[in-house]
């Protein structure tokens, strides 16, 4: 916004272009950064990575407060970026310390603290802004000193031999690598899709209400633009707190992709809307609307790729979801900026309807079905009470059949191991009547032997 007041200010027509290159850097940054952590975070640990990230964002929101050109703030902005994967990192750290019924409610729980940054955020930000931009950034930079030494004291690497196949076999071996399945892809690309719309958000509400309902006046467009993104923030924390556990309820019967439809369907409203809103409130409702919408997905989507995923896959594609996801938001502002210039305003509104109804598509007839996991407690217990009711329904039956057959006088098969006893039993008798003859001889004997030993 303070790029944006210069250049409203000196009338530069690159207003929109430069805006757009601090988030593309900032994004292009992430989108490198989620490819290092891919592998990073299984060697090192997950709280060496986590503090690691936490000093850099923290020197990097220092180094733009203290730029005094354009430049330097972007190539801050792309070191911030490179610093930026701490949710993919915390969300694959919460894939090795909860089973797979915990995890839903945990990345839940995750994107609501995020919204909570996006509620209090911009309000301190705005109040700090009076007093000039590097307050903000310093601002913010103890703010991450204070996370990275909270982190520092209060984490440890979490144990993850639990994240080993349920037989107790090694995660992976030389015949069979641990790989995250094709099927993902096709998340992967829903992930693009739901990614637009906060892309389309970010790059062009604030020009589009500026030109609409203010007529220039910057002053009360970064007014209603900052209590906007705090009504996004509340939308978000509000969805995933407290929808998202009647959510949870239908996902356990099966229903990933009504939620996904639901959310869809909700978004595309939202977009739709804000493109005819005649008021400023109106505009307000519909992105309220959209963002809600995309607060259904999202978090589905993870819970998703986490279910159709390998346990010891799961932190891995989690990591590659977020870089996904960065990658769409490096090419997302760079087109919806130049979308708003060269053509109608609001066709960046119409794209992302057009891309939520293609995800009600993918999600209807493309993307894949989760299987229902269970706790290897309830797969044990499932499985002891299947064979005693077997082994009681075959020794049931087998008592019917030998009544049945005692009734009409048949001979039963099972008697033919006792025949095989008693022609046991009958040489075994002859056997010992033989070896009593000879031990009666030998008694007879005996007396005589007695004698002759005597004389």
Known sequence: MELCRGCHERKAPACHWGVEQLAAAFALGQAIGMGILAKVPDRWGRKKVLLVLALGRTLSTAMIGTSRSYPIVVGGRV??????????????????????EERTSSVATLEASASLGQIIGPLVGGALSHSGFGVTCYTAAALGAVNLLVGALVLSDPDRPNQDPPSGEPASTPEQPARIPWSAGLLYLGVVLSTLGPAAFESVAWYYATDTYFAGDLVRSEDFYSKLLSCAGVTTFVTTVCIMKPIDCVKRMGGEKRAVTAGSLIGAVGCMGMSMAPTPCTFA????????????????????????????????????????????RTGAPLVFGRLYERYDPRVSFY?????????????????????????????????????????????????????????????????????????????????????????????ESSPKQLADFSD
């Open 79 to 100: 070191m911030s970026g490179l610093f930026s994967g701490t949710t993919a990192v915390a969300t694959a750290f919460l894939a090795d310390v909860t089973t797979s």
């Open 285 to 328: 409702v519909m992105a309220v609307l959209s963002v809600a919408g995309g607060s259904l997905v999202k978090p589905t989507l993870s819970s998703m790729l986490t279910m159709i995923c390998p346990e010891h896959t799961v932190g891995r594609a989690v990591i590659y979801e977020k870089a996904v996801k960065a990658v769409a």
């Open 351 to 443: 794209v992302n309807a057009a891309t939520n109804i293609l995800l009600v598509l993918l999600a209807q007839w493309v993307f894949p079905s989760p299987p229902r996991k269970k706790t290897l407690a309830g797969e044990a217990v499932e499985a002891d009470a299947d064979a005693a009711d077997g082994a009681a329904a075959n020794s049931d039956s087998e008592v019917v059949e030998a009544l049945e057959d005692l009734e009409r006088g048949k001979p039963d098969e099972t008697s033919a191991p006792a025949l095989d006893g008693s022609d046991q039993q009958t040489e075994f008798s002859e056997a010992d009547s033989r070896d009593m003859g000879s031990t009666q001889s030998d008694e």
